[in-house]
Nanobody, 127 residues
Framework: QVQLVESGGGLVQAGGSLRLSCAAS????????MAWFRQPPGKEREFVAA???????????DYTDSVKGRFTISRDNAKNTVYLQMNSLKPEDTAVYYC?????????????????WGQGTQVTVSS
């Protein structure tokens, strides 16, 4: 069983930055694909970014088009933590952000691929 706990959300003005963190329990964290999804008000949950792991120095990342160049996903396997650095935030980034883990490491953008989810953290960007 894996437990995920997000933190770092809040209220920020457009153009500002936030860093989300997701702390994971479990011994096999380094083998999991990890991802961030978000759910804007009144909309469905959507993919934001994902990170896999191949070796201690090699990993793959993927981003949805709307955040490319602004958001960066990273992980620290020693701390069992994945991060989402969000820069140049826009009002349309307002959403509840969820961390997700895939124990089979499929490195997917699809919600149903992910086995474990955090409780979510609210990000609000004011104009």
């Amino acid at each position: 069983q894996v437990q995920l706990v997000e933190s770092g959300g809040g209220l920020v003005q457009a153009g500002g930055s936030l860093r989300l963190s997701c702390a994971a329990s479990g011994r096999s964290f380094s083998r999991y694909s990890m991802a961030w999804f978000r759910q804007p008000p009144g909309k469905e949950r959507e993919f934001v970014a994902a990170i896999s792991w191949i070796s201690s120095s090699t990993y793959y990342t993927d981003y949805t088009d709307s955040v490319k160049g602004r958001f960066t996903i990273s992980r620290d396997n020693a701390k069992n933590t994945v991060y989402l650095q969000m820069n140049s935030l826009k009002p349309e980034d307002t959403a509840v952000y969820y961390c997700a883990a895939d124990a089979l490491a499929r490195f997917s953008t699809t919600i149903r691929t992910y086995d474990y989810w955090g409780q979510g953290t609210q990000v609000t960007v004011s104009s």
